[in-house]
Structures are given as structure tokens and as C-alpha cells.
């Protein structure tokens, strides 16, 4: 007996057994099966200014919330920005994504417009948009969900600090 009770082998459909063996038979071609599921990541790094600043808020209330990070003359972070593609193996390829294109798509649309740039003022993608961790991993989400051609985008994973990281998997919250 296997490790989940099973004597043999099980595929969706009708159950032949026989000398000790368990047999599925697919007696229902149409139907989908369940496919594996892989998850592939891709680890880039950039460097960015940015500071955390409400101008809806009074300055005081700035710097209560935010500290060093609302600095009038900026800060900067190494950040480590991780993309997850989830998704079943090509059969030709054993890919869910061609790791190299999956490093150019996150190139372009990511890494090219905000390393070495001052994330508050030179990005196009981020004007407007107060640049907490989590804001941006939702930025980079939206800037890469429709470029990615196989598989589909599961999770953005971001590093601020060595310490400091944040994941959105494109999710909206009920609250």
C-alpha cells in the first residue's frame, strides 16, 4: 500500500483492479484533468530614492508616521524584487515560463524605469502613488500581470531591507 492507501496506480475515470494493482481508467476523454502545478521565480535588484510623505497630511503627522522615511532630502534602499509564475509544465519545454524571459519582461517593465531613479518623481508608472513597500509590490503587480505569456502571475515579492519584505499576489481585500 502506498503512502495515501492506494495498491497501485489511480487515473480519473473507472477503477479496474487485478493482481494487487489499482487501475483508473479515463472513461471520459473531455473531462479536465488536474494537472501539476509548478512555481517559478525570478530575483532581480535595484537601487531607489524615494520618500514617504501624505501630502493630504500636515507635516507633523508626516514625520510622526514615517520618521527618517519622510526626509525632505530623500533615502534609498537595495531592494530585491522577486516574481513567482505559477503554472503546468509545457510538455515540449518542461517550462511553466522561460526563466530568460521572464528576467527580460521584469528588465523592462520594472527594473530599466526605477533603478538609480527616485521612485517618487521619475517613474511614470508610480506618479501619484504614495511609494510604501507595499504600494509599490502592487504597482509592479499591475506593471507586469498582462505582460507575462504563459502561466500566470501568482505572487510579487519585495525586499525593502534585508528584513523588510513584502508579498502581493493580486488579491483584493473585503475590507
Given at each position: 500500500?502506498?503512502?495515501?492507501?492506494?495498491?497501485?496506480?489511480?487515473?480519473?475515470?473507472?477503477?479496474?483492479?487485478?493482481?494487487?494493482?489499482?487501475?483508473?481508467?479515463?472513461?471520459?476523454?473531455?473531462?479536465?484533468?488536474?494537472?501539476?502545478?509548478?512555481?517559478v521565480?525570478?530575483?532581480?535588484?535595484?537601487?531607489?530614492?524615494?520618500?514617504?510623505?501624505?501630502?493630504?497630511?500636515?507635516?507633523?503627522?508626516?514625520?510622526?508616521?514615517?520618521?527618517?522615511?519622510?526626509?525632505?532630502?530623500?533615502?534609498?534602499?537595495?531592494?530585491?524584487?522577486?516574481?513567482?509564475?505559477?503554472?503546468?509544465?509545457?510538455?515540449?519545454?518542461?517550462?511553466?515560463?522561460?526563466?530568460?524571459?521572464?528576467?527580460?519582461?521584469?528588465?523592462?517593465?520594472?527594473?530599466?524605469?526605477?533603478?538609480?531613479?527616485?521612485?517618487?518623481?521619475?517613474?511614470?508608472?508610480?506618479?501619484?502613488?504614495?511609494?510604501?513597500?507595499?504600494?509599490?509590490?502592487?504597482?509592479?503587480w499591475?506593471?507586469?500581470?498582462?505582460?507575462?505569456?504563459?502561466?500566470?502571475?501568482?505572487?510579487?515579492?519585495?525586499?525593502?531591507?534585508?528584513?523588510?519584505?513584502?508579498?502581493?499576489?493580486?488579491?483584493?481585500?473585503?475590507?
Amino acid at each position: 500500500m502506498g503512502s495515501h492507501g492506494l495498491t497501485g496506480l489511480e487515473i480519473a475515470g473507472t477503477l479496474i483492479e487485478g493482481l494487487g494493482l489499482r487501475i483508473m481508467v479515463d472513461s471520459n476523454p473531455q473531462k479536465p484533468r488536474n494537472m501539476p502545478r509548478a512555481y517559478v521565480s525570478r530575483r532581480l535588484h535595484f537601487n531607489a530614492a524615494h520618500r514617504l510623505h501624505n501630502p493630504e497630511k500636515s507635516d507633523e503627522w508626516n514625520t510622526e508616521k514615517y520618521g527618517k522615511c519622510n526626509s525632505a532630502n530623500w533615502h534609498g534602499h537595495n531592494y530585491v524584487l522577486e516574481v513567482v509564475v505559477a503554472g503546468t509544465p509545457e510538455p515540449d519545454t518542461g517550462y511553466v515560463i522561460d526563466l530568460g524571459l521572464l528576467k527580460r519582461i521584469v528588465e523592462e517593465r520594472i527594473i530599466e524605469k526605477c533603478d538609480h531613479a527616485n521612485l517618487n518623481l521619475d517613474v511614470d508608472f508610480l506618479n501619484g502613488i504614495l511609494t510604501s513597500t507595499e504600494n509599490l509590490a502592487i504597482a509592479f503587480w499591475n506593471e507586469l500581470a498582462d505582460a507575462i505569456p504563459t502561466g500566470e502571475l501568482f505572487a510579487v515579492r519585495l525586499w525593502e531591507t534585508e528584513r523588510n519584505m513584502v508579498e502581493y499576489r493580486g488579491e483584493e481585500s473585503s475590507e
